[in-house]
């Protein structure tokens, strides 16, 4: 597609819940990123992929959080057992090689109640 | 890593020039400077990117000083819809460091635009 899309847009879960974030990345981009932000803070990275593998997962807060992309291209983002503090935005980007310049989706707002 | 200090905000005039700060003395031979914006409700956006030498670009101009200890993002016209936070990274070209390379953004500058 033309730019990278998130899925949902929006997201209210109850506590305990599992979710799962989808990204489309541009087609042919091979890396791909996770990032969150909180309300009125900055991007925390999460995960980062080349093709299928995650070679940088350093930025999981928990492993109640993983994710997976197939064919590389689409990537999912799974919380497990949700907690009001996982509550934020998440910002997917993917770029033509690791060390492109990023293109960002729109983001998921993810609310915890 | 290398990092990045900026002020938390500014504020400019419509139609005015904006000259957006950012020091990093201890950046290596090996770092680009990057300027990513985020607009309100928004993802961060791509404005542009150097190593040594100034750059310019439809959207802005990036101003390396000779030591490459810092560095100024230049709106050269400020507009309503330039209102957004700025992000000054440091980034290895050769993806080694401790972010492999991936984008680490800090606080930024949230940029007040003026009527």
């Known amino acids: 597609g033309a730019g990278v899309s998130q899925s949902p847009s929006n997201k209210v879960t109850e506590k305990g819940k599992d979710v799962e974030l989808r990204c489309d990345p541009i087609?042919?981009?091979?890396?791909l990123y996770w990032y969150r932000q909180s309300l009125g803070q900055g991007l925390e990275f999460l995960i980062y992929?080349?093709?299928?593998?995650?070679?940088?997962k350093s930025g999981l807060p928990s492993d109640r959080f993983s994710a997976e992309r197939t064919g590389g291209s689409v990537s999912t983002l799974t919380i497990q057992r949700t907690q009001q503090e996982d509550s934020a935005v998440y910002l997917c980007?993917?770029?033509?090689?690791?060390?492109?310049?990023?293109?960002f989706g729109s983001g998921t707002r993810l609310t915890v109640v | 890593d290398a990092k990045t200090t900026q002020p938390n905000s500014m504020e400019s005039n419509e139609e005015e020039p904006v000259h957006l700060p950012c020091n990093h003395s201890?950046?290596?031979?090996?770092?680009?400077i990057h300027w990513y914006r985020q607009l309100p409700s928004q993802g961060p956006e791509y404005v542009i990117h150097?190593?040594?030498s100034n750059v310019n670009n439809r959207m802005a101009s990036l101003a390396i000083a000779e030591d490459r200890k810092s560095s100024t993002l230049i709106l050269h016209r400020a507009t309503l819809r330039d209102a957004a936070v700025y992000y000054c990274?440091?980034?290895?070209?050769?993806?080694?460091?401790?972010?492999?390379?991936?984008?680490?953004f800090g606080k930024g500058t949230k940029l007040s635009v003026k009527p």
């Open positions: 980007a993917s770029s033509l090689i690791q060390r492109g310049g990023y293109t």
């Open positions: 087609s042919g981009h091979t890396a």
């Open positions: 992929f080349q093709g299928n593998s995650a070679p940088d």
């Open positions: 201890t950046i290596s031979g090996t770092d680009y």
């Open positions: 150097g190593l040594t």
């Open positions: 990274i440091l980034r290895d070209v050769l993806g080694y460091g401790g972010s492999q390379g991936n984008l680490i």
